[in-house]
């Protein structure tokens, strides 16, 4: 099951973002994201030296992810955590051996034509 963000919600094209904007972006409260940080290691924002959180665009998909599986889908977040790390192991399923082979093959055998 693919997520995706949410129809008519736009993420803007820019490396960070701050607390507030995420706030506006999510339609979330700025405590429950720092909550979400706490529980959701796919949550990662830099900081400042100052402390100041600054999200990056990955940062606030997973982020209207997590919304969409709680407040819609119901899950709980023990459910959503399994759930967002079975997704994510079936997208970095490794490359099957025989294909690496396939390949060496293939690059042996060009090598043998241009030497």
């Not at 949410?6 to 409260?29: C, M």
């Not at 889908?73 to 970095?92: D, H, P, R, V, W």
């Amino acid at each position: 099951m693919e997520i995706q963000i949410p129809p008519g919600t736009t993420i803007p094209d820019k490396l960070y973002f701050k607390i507030g904007e995420v706030t506006a972006i999510t339609d979330l409260a700025a405590y429950v994201l720092r909550f979400w940080e706490s529980e959701f290691n796919i949550i990662s924002p830099k900081r400042t030296e100052s402390g100041q959180r600054l999200y990056r665009k990955v940062d606030v998909e997973s982020i209207l992810k997590i919304k969409h599986l709680l407040y819609e889908k119901k899950f709980t977040i023990e459910g959503a955590k399994k759930f967002l790390k079975n997704n994510n192991k079936q997208k970095s399923d490794p490359v099957p051996q025989t294909a690496f082979e396939d390949i060496k093959s293939e690059l042996k055998q060009i090598r043998a034509m241009l030497d």
